[in-house]
């Protein structure tokens, strides 16, 4: 199976590092170098390519950023292959290039395959990619909750099954409780904003508003207003259009429009031009003769009634009344009635309400008892068969006697939900607290590992427990920092063989102090500082033959040319040889 593999680190300006390449392969890298040489940049590094926080302590002093770059190599159709992609990033022949920069102010900025990327794609990536595990990753796994998401993620679907549909019932559980709760909590402001529709809506009913009444009632209102004007000006208007009855002798337009068209229309047929003006006169005449018609009715029809004037003003006080508290017109105003209409129906069936959600949160929680119950089987049926992994890999790794075990256990809670006959506390992964017991030898009582480890027990316990996972949910690069912290002689030699046999199905990278570790490594890197204290582009190389001899003869007595530590290196390259 083709898997994705760290090829090369560039880090510069990173803490002791003015700027080296770091050249990685497939199978079991150590990473070796004096104490403070910049080993364990190697792991900031990935880390920080990873989507790791940034640190401007980080940057070297003087430098006005770190910079890290990554290349990683990503078969087709892999998860990170398809993310990247969907991000923007161009693959350069299966090859995915990352880069992080860190400011000395302490600002952050990532690419991934030549596009700007948030930190937060690396992260994402790296639940993918690579596996990084330091001295503050087994602090982590002291943590309860670590403990739980390290056996969830062992047990595979049998958890993560029941798990989705717990996780959905508690979602939707807490969604009702929290509208059930605000109903409740609040019912007193409701029923004042109930009583407050109503006023509001039998006001409009009393007053029966129609849509554009108002724009009606102003222009009546301005018309019987000014009646006596209106009625004067159309009565001259019609007695210039059409004369006066008590002045027969008086010039109208109408008898001089018709004068002119008679005039016209006795000589047209001599001229074409003077009949088409003579036509036109005609229509004027006509528009005329209608315009002093209508003049007329409208002096009859006008009322000046002061009644209906005080009517008209009466309505509109009414409606300006809705307006000033509804909206800024009639129209608004009925859509106001028509909106608290339909919310008082909602704020009416509260009461309804109240009852449904009750039920379906009674409901919800017999269900996410049910399931936390089927949570609690699928995690003790796996913790067994964990418990039992680990266990064998701490017998290779000189912890013969050695068990480990799980704790799976409830807390009781009145307001929790029925697990077994008990109510217990719930959260949103289930009603479990998960921990992780080891017992050193026989005759000792399993203890939380917090308190029943040692560092060098820590190291192995996580060391087995990453070897266990390598079998059932692969990574494909892990990155140990001081992974045999408190460690030596036959246990140092048994974690060696360990992350050698991880690597047969891994990219495995170590930072050790410790040869028999570094002897089981396919390939050996070493971070050595030049005379002004900096790791430069050669201070990084790979280690063949007689120099990596002379490196772990330095590591077993801290002098490269004694013989008998060369005869002890030698020694120990032999045995990782024969056992891989």
Known sequence: MVMSVLEEMRIRSLGVI????????????????????????????????????????????????????????????????????????????????????????????????????????????????????????????????????????????????????????????????????????????????????????????????????????????????????????????????????????????????AGAHRALEAVRSHDAALGALAGRIGEIGILLG?????????????????????????????????????????????????????????????????????????????????????????????????????????ASLAMPHARVSFEIRQTEDPEGVEVGGRSVAYGPAGCDEVELLLAPHPGAPPRPIAKGASGGELSRVMLAVEVVFAGTDPVPTYLFDEVDAGVGGKAAVEIGRRLAKLARSAQVVVVTHLPQVAAFADRQLLVEKTNDGSVTRSGVKVLEGEERIRELSRMLAGQEDSETARAHAEELLATARADG
């Open 290 to 394: 209608d315009v002093a018609g209508e003049l007329a009715g409208y002096a009859d029809d006008l009322d000046a009634d002061p009644l209906r004037l005080a009517a008209v003003e009466e309505r509109r006080a009414a409606l300006t009344a809705l307006t000033r508290k509804y909206g800024d017109d009639v129209g608004a105003v009925l859509t106001w009635a028509e909106q608290s209409a339909a919310r008082l129906l909602e704020l009416d069936g509260d009461d309804d309400r109240i009852g449904e959600l009750t039920a379906e949160r009674d409901a919800l929680r017999a269900e996410l008892g049910g399931l936390a119950q089927a949570l609690t089987d699928a995690r003790t049926e796996a913790a067994e068969r964990f418990a039992a992994a680990v266990t064998a890999e701490l």
């Open 18 to 257: 003015d700027d080296a390449v770091v050249e990685l392969s497939p199978g079991f890298t150590a990473v070796t170098g004096e104490t403070g040489a910049g080993k364990t940049m190697v792991v900031t590094s990935l880390g920080l390519l990873m989507g790791g926080r940034a640190d401007a302590a980080l940057v070297r002093i003087g430098a006005k950023s770190a910079v890290v770059e990554g290349r990683i190599s990503v078969p087709d159709g892999a998860s990170a292959t398809l993310r990247a992609e969907e991000a923007g990033a161009e693959l350069d022949d299966g090859t995915l290039l990352i880069s992080r920069t860190v400011s000395a102010e302490g600002r952050s900025r990532a690419h991934l395959g030549g596009r700007s990327v948030p930190v937060g794609l690396l992260a994402e990536l790296a639940d993918d990619l690579v596996a990084v595990h330091g001295q503050t990753d087994q602090q982590g796994l002291l943590k309860l909750s670590r403990q739980r998401q390290a056996l969830d993620r062992y047990a595979g679907d049998a958890v993560a099954v029941p798990l989705a549909k717990y996780s959905g019932a508690y979602r939707r559980l807490r969604a009702v409780t929290t509208e059930l709760d605000q109903i409740t909590t609040r019912a007193r402001e409701r029923a004042q904003e109930a009583d407050m529709l109503r006023f509001g809506l039998d006001e409009i009913a009393g007053v029966e508003p129609r849509a554009g009444e108002d724009v009606e009632l102003a222009a009546e209102a301005e018309r019987l207003g000014h009646a006596e004007a209106l009625a004067s000006a159309a009565t001259v208007a019609h007695a210039a259009l059409a004369g006066n009855p008590e002045d027969p002798e008086g010039i109208d337009a109408t008898t001089l429009v």
